[in-house]
């Protein structure tokens, strides 16, 4: 039989049986103070792993939140002419048919592939007028990131072959032109001797709540933009490739190089792709960044943790100085007397970790089922705190403050070789 632990439930059910009793000796009174002690310990476990919970849900759906916009817009990898990495975008094309289509397609870690041509134009009613990035793009696209970016009307059917000039614009383009679904709008087109004009139809407004593409991107046929530059069918800005694992994007990346290399288009282009995190390196830099502040929350709350569970032991023990004096004059050995203190400190962190759960994990899912936490998207990009369960790195914070608790423990828990049995006998 575990002697420690025996005698840690006993005197943890000890502990409980004085919450139910009302009328006590005096004596028994005086030795109550290790239940405030025990509240307060139980208390800051819970408060410690909750804030814990809270943070790296909402630092994971911050960062997911961020990067799936940035990637709806410019996919996971870019595959371009490798002159125009550092030039306008579109101002030299690459032949992208469908067999090269496939050829991405069939790339180990690639989901898909689409062609798309950019554009530069300005948009103008009888009010106002605005620079734009006209952004072509075809059937094969895929547009389940705009659908959920949709506010108002449907994303029409994109077309390679033909058009009727559809455009799908941005609530902050929308609000600053005063357009609206239906409205029809004229776009100028500049060359180096000619300026084309065409007549949109506003088909419907997005938001994202990323300025860099709020105000700047709106999309069309690719057929359309194509004229617009001057090309062929089969000319391109580039394609844009999803890859089916992002954490394995840089190995993706290189084997889309590795399939490249060598390998020119029918008009003799080489192609050369590049990451997301390349393309927008501020934007990555700085949720790179948010890491940080979890780290520095986490061991302030483990600190919070560990330093109630000290001062709740060091009280417990001094409590109960009449019961260790009995263990060691019955013969009981210092390490016995101490592992049976950190037992009994286990399962006081064990209560705390429970509501810590509960209180941590029920307010993500509050905000994950309500959205009852609003943000200002101007500054943080999106509407409400976006929240993430990770039920694999909660189990790991539970396990990491459970640790770390009783390590902490193990210090103070030598005060229990310092007692006297003899005096002790005698302490009240």
């Known amino acids: 039989m575990n002697l420690p632990l025996f005698l840690a439930r006993r005197i943890y059910g000890d502990e409980g049986n004085r919450e139910k009793a009302s009328q006590e000796m005096a004596s028994e009174k005086t030795r109550s103070v290790s239940r405030p002690a025990i509240r307060i310990a139980t208390i800051g476990v819970a408060i410690g792993l909750a804030v814990m919970i809270v943070t790296v849900s909402v630092i994971l759906g911050f960062k997911h939140t961020i ?9 996971h990898i870019q595959v371009m002419n490798v002159h125009s990495m550092a030039m306008t975008a ?16 069939d790339v180990e870690g690639v989901r898909h592939a689409a062609r798309i041509v950019m554009t530069q134009g300005i948009l103008k009613t009888e009010d106002d007028f605005l620079g734009v990035m006209m952004k072509g793009i075809g059937p094969e696209y895929d547009t389940q990131f705009l659908n959920e970016c949709l506010l108002e009307g449907e994303l029409p059917a994109f077309c390679d072959t033909a058009t009727t000039y559809p455009l799908v614009i941005s609530k902050t383009m929308a609000d600053k032109l005063r357009l609206k679904v239906g409205d029809r709008v004229h776009a100028y087109f500049i060359e180096t001797d000619d300026v084309r004009a065409r007549r949109f139809t506003v088909s419907a407004v997005y938001q994202t709540n990323m300025k860099r593409f709020d105000d700047l991107i709106c999309l069309t046929d690719l057929y359309t933009t194509q004229k617009l530059n001057g090309w062929t069918a089969d000319e391109c800005t580039g394609a844009e490739l999803l890859v089916n694992d992002f954490s394995h994007l840089d190995e993706t990346n290189r084997s889309v190089a590795l399939m490249l290399k060598g390998r020119f288009d029918d008009e003799g282009n080489l192609m050369s792709p590049q990451t997301i995190t390349s393309a927008y390196p501020q934007v990555f830099s700085w949720l790179e960044l948010l890491d940080i502040n979890v780290w520095i929350i986490l061991a302030l709350m483990i600190a919070v943790a560990g330093f109630t569970m000290i001062s709740g032991l060091l009280i417990i023990i001094l409590e109960r100085t009449r019961m260790i004096g009995v263990l060691k004059a019955l013969g ?13 400190a286990t399962f006081i962190i064990g209560r705390g970790l429970l509501w810590g759960n509960i209180v941590g994990i029920g307010i993500v899912v509050l905000q994950q089922q309500t959205g009852i936490i609003t943000l200002d998207p101007q500054t943080y990009y999106v509407s409400q705190a976006p929240m993430e369960l990770n039920i694999p790195l909660i189990i790991l914070l539970n396990v990491a403050t459970l640790i770390i ?8 828990s030598y005060l229990v070789s310092r007692i006297d049995p003899a005096k002790s006998m005698r302490y009240e």
């Not at 799936?68 to 410019?74: H, L, N, Q, T």
């Not at 690459?94 to 067999?99: A, E, K, L, Q, R």
């Not at 608790?405 to 103070?412: D, Q, R, T």
């Open 90 to 105: 579109g101002s030299r094309p690459v032949c992208i048919g469908d067999s090269m289509l496939q050829a991405f397609c």
């Open 332 to 344: 009981a050995r210092n390490t016995t007397i101490r592992h049976t203190f950190l037992w009994f």
């Open 67 to 75: 990067r799936d916009k940035v990637v709806g817009f410019g996919s």
């Open 405 to 412: 608790s009783v390590v902490v423990l193990i210090g103070p």
